[in-house]
């Protein structure tokens, strides 16, 4: 073979070699490695916490373990934190980010995200004995709110006129005001409402209604359809048969809304 | 950085402010003619001929002078539904401050009525007057007013603690204030009004406060 040859055989391989890498998707290379690497919060409850005997526990870390057993593979989790959660994943550090992740265009346009997986939403909560489906049924109630949290804003908003709305400076007066009976309902994150009722309190905050959706989801690199899809598909099959439900109950203490 | 002072943010929410002068002069007025009246019997009750009466006086009193008037507030208000009794905020407001304005009255009182000479309680029983009489007639005009300042100055206290009640959503002036600045995050102007709100209260309290002791122990020319 001439020169010529020789060297266009060797130009067209250099440039084919790298385009045959770069078409093995994320998912290709994570099965071939046999490893799932998932960025998780540790300091976090009920979404990732370290527990007692120092391995990290919590709705994000389950989740992760969901995902890695559908694959196939075994999980890595990468404790982070708010603020190195997205540089880990678009420098490769991890495959995926699970930690309470809110998506907003910001984000957007660094990362994907997939389908939601976790509620994370502002609702109105009380007894079961008080029968309230939505904002019309708060007349005649006395709700309890944080001044000046997202709550009170869009409560305000969305209320019957009638309705007492009681302000208390902090979240320790609103959750005092609901547990010792001084207002019927309690607006407030599910978070919180969660962590009230893992104390076993007199009066349960059930949830009523959502006031704000902003759920979370899990965070990938762009460009990695085949993968999104794979985890979307996952989540889905979780929520069909009942696993993500479990791991709610388990760690919010609630089930999940109808509709994520 | 130049801070823009814009004190007509407020006046959108000169309601709310109205609101709570109204609701702070109310609970002021009530917490201090009940507060006084309380401290008047508590008085008596210390000087009562029965020690276990006068120790139970006693015993409330320093529990009341000796704790924060939040926590008495919030045990009122947040722990007593615990036993069975919830109040509304106003009415848990106005009982913090009148158990609180009873107990700093009662020692208040009784160090006017100590002052009176024995000679004069003396003088009342050799004219075979009783506890009672001697008490109403002879003891508590003069006790009320030789520490009438003192007792002005406590009434006033009360009055700017009421600005506690608004950790249990009282809507009084400070509600007002801390929910305006919540909503136009403007903190200079609205505390601002909020302190020359409570400092003309303060001033037209001491003075209505001043007029009826002057009405009530009037000085009478000797005779």
Known sequence: MNKFLKSTIAAIAMI??????????????IKEAGVLKVAVPQDFPPFGTVG?????????????????????????????????????????????VISSLGKNPDREKVIDFTDPYAPFYNGVFGPADIAVKGAEDLAGHSVGVTRGAIEDLELTKIAP???????????????????????DLIATGNVTAAAIIERNPPRKPE??????????????????????AKVNEIIAASIADGRLNAIAEKWLGIPLPEKL | MAY?????AIVP??????????????????????????????????????????????IYVELIRNTPFLVQLFFIFFGLPALGVKLSEFQAAVLAMIVNLGA???????????AIPKGQVEAAQSLAMNRVQIFRYVVIRPALKKIWPALSSQIVIVMLGSSVCSQIAAEELTFAANYIQAVNFRAFEVYFVATALYLAMSVLLRWVLKIFGNFLFERRSHV
């Open chain 1, 161 to 183: 006129a009638d309705l007492e709305i009681k302000r208390y400076e902090d979240n320790n007066g609103t959750i005092s005001a609901f547990l010792s009976g001084q207002v």
């Open chain 1, 16 to 29: 084919a070699a790298p385009l045959a890498g770069a078409s093995a998707g994320a998912l290709d290379t």
């Open chain 2, 13 to 58: 929410h000169w309601e709310l402010l109205l609101d709570g002068v109204v609701l702070t002069t109310e609970l002021t007025v009530i917490g201090a003619i009940v507060g006084v009246s309380l401290g008047t019997l508590g008085a008596w009750a210390r000087a009562s001929r029965a020690p276990v009466i006068s120790q139970i006086v006693g």
């Open chain 1, 207 to 228: 949830p009523k209604f959502l006031i704000k959706n902003s759920p979370c989801y899990v965070g990938l690199n762009k460009e990695e359809d085949a993968f999104k």
């Open chain 2, 4 to 8: 823009k002072f814009d004190f007509g």
């Open chain 1, 52 to 96: 007692a005997d120092m391995q990290p526990k919590g709705y994000d870390i389950d989740m992760a373990a969901l995902i890695a057993d559908d694959l196939g593979v075994k999980l890595e989790l990468v404790p982070v934190a708010s603020s190195n959660r997205i540089p880990y994943l678009t420098t490769g550090k991890v495959d995926l």
């Open chain 2, 104 to 114: 700093y009255s009662t020692e208040i009182i009784r160090a006017g009525i100590l």
